[in-house]
T-cell receptor, first 109, second 117 residues
Framework: DAKTTQPTSMDCAEGRAANLPCNHS???????VYWYRQIHSQGPQYIIH???NNETNEMASLIITEDRKSSTLILPHATLRDTAVYYC??????????FGEGTQLTVNP | GAVVSQHPSWVICKSGTSVKIECRSL??????MFWYRQFPKQSLMLMAT?????????EQGVEKDKFLINHASLTLSTLTVTSAHPEDSSFYIC?????????????FGDGTRLSIL
């Protein structure tokens, strides 16, 4: 599975959009981009995933560049409860999730 | 939908005892379940993958005789930490993937915090 690179930490003001970047320059054509988050002392929570088209659900939007070498997770109106570690994971269909260090997002009041 | 329940959420026991952790998919059937371990300030590390009705596949460095995994049904997998010692103290998290498999996301339980005295 392709390696991903994420910033170690980010800050965002409450009510503003949080844009979390992820680089996956070695992604192959059959690999999906998945986003999970982990709030302190809880299990990871699935957010969204995509292959090449942009995706949106009730939690977030996923923007994947045309060359698929990077993506951005967008939380449109961040709240304090969105403070968590966000993981960007690239993997093929059926393979297992391997977690990196992720991005610690802190939403400030 | 896609709820995974893990029990117990917290357990403290004496060194040398065995501890069983249950992972259930409540509203879907899970062909595959996964067990992870997480130490403080570290990321999740995959321990093993289990498929219903077959033996689990363990990651390198994980002792299969110490961490017994049973996936007897499409909604239940158990992890038994045998003869637990203080170094086994950790946060254990299970996840499950639906029968749709493929690119379906894994859904996680809330974890079990295990403390061995």
């Amino acid at each position: 599975d392709a390696k991903t690179t994420q910033p170690t930490s980010m800050d965002c003001a409450e009510g503003r959009a949080a844009n979390l970047p992820c680089n996956h320059s070695t992604i192959s054509g059959n690999e999906y981009v998945y986003w999970y988050r982990q709030i302190h002392s809880q299990g990871p929570q699935y957010i969204i995933h995509g292959l090449k088209n942009n995706e949106t659900n009730e939690m977030a939007s996923l923007i994947i560049t045309e060359d698929r070498k990077s993506s951005t997770l967008i939380l449109p109106h961040a709240t304090l409860r969105d403070t968590a570690v966000y993981y960007c994971i690239v993997k093929t269909s059926g393979s297992r999730l391997t977690f990196g260090e992720g991005t610690q997002l802190t939403v400030n009041p | 939908g896609a709820v995974v329940s893990q029990h117990p959420s917290w357990v403290i026991c004496k060194s040398g005892t065995s501890v069983k952790i249950e992972c259930r998919s409540l509203d879907f059937q899970a062909t595959t379940m996964f067990w992870y371990r997480q130490f403080p300030k570290q990321s999740l590390m995959l321990m093993a993958t289990s498929n219903e009705g077959s033996k689990a596949t363990y990651e390198q460095g994980v002792e299969k005789d110490k961490f017994l995994i049973n996936h007897a049904s499409l909604t239940l997998s158990t992890l038994t930490v045998t003869s637990a010692h203080p170094e086994d103290s950790s946060f254990y998290i299970c996840s499950a993937r639906s029968e749709g498999g493929g690119n379906q996301p894994q859904h996680f339980g809330d974890g079990t915090r295990l403390s061995i005295l």
